[in-house]
């Protein structure tokens, strides 16, 4: 997939992947608060929607490399045009592209 401008694969596939890195260390920190909430400072529902936020940035980043591995990433999913590389920078697991994202929410 040739991405029109912006960082080449290689780039967004180490962002995500660093990315990646950082959400699993993050939730591993959490899981050890949920036990002991005051280790980290926050409040048992300000630790659980932390958690869920990890999980779910896990899940857009693992399901971004896979399309990597398939040969797919940067086409939207709903149209199949290309997504811009500028967003692909900002948001390197972005499914849509701009006019479609507003449909999926």
Do not use: K
Request: proline content about 8%; hydrophobic content about 35%.
């Amino acid at each position: 997939m040739d991405i029109d401008t912006g960082p080449s694969i290689a780039t967004l596939r180490q962002t995500l992947q660093t990315q990646l890195r950082q959400h699993s260390e993050n939730l591993t920190v959490l899981a050890a608060a949920d036990t002991d909430p005051g280790s980290i400072g926050e409040d048992p529902h300000t630790i659980a929607a932390r958690t869920v936020a990890a999980r779910h940035a896990i899940e857009e980043i693992t399901a971004a490399l896979s399309r990597i591995t398939a040969g797919v990433y940067g086409r939207c999913e709903r149209c199949t045009d290309p997504i811009p590389g500028a967003r692909l920078e900002i948001l390197p697991h972005a499914r849509f592209c701009v006019p479609c994202q507003p449909r999926e929410r």
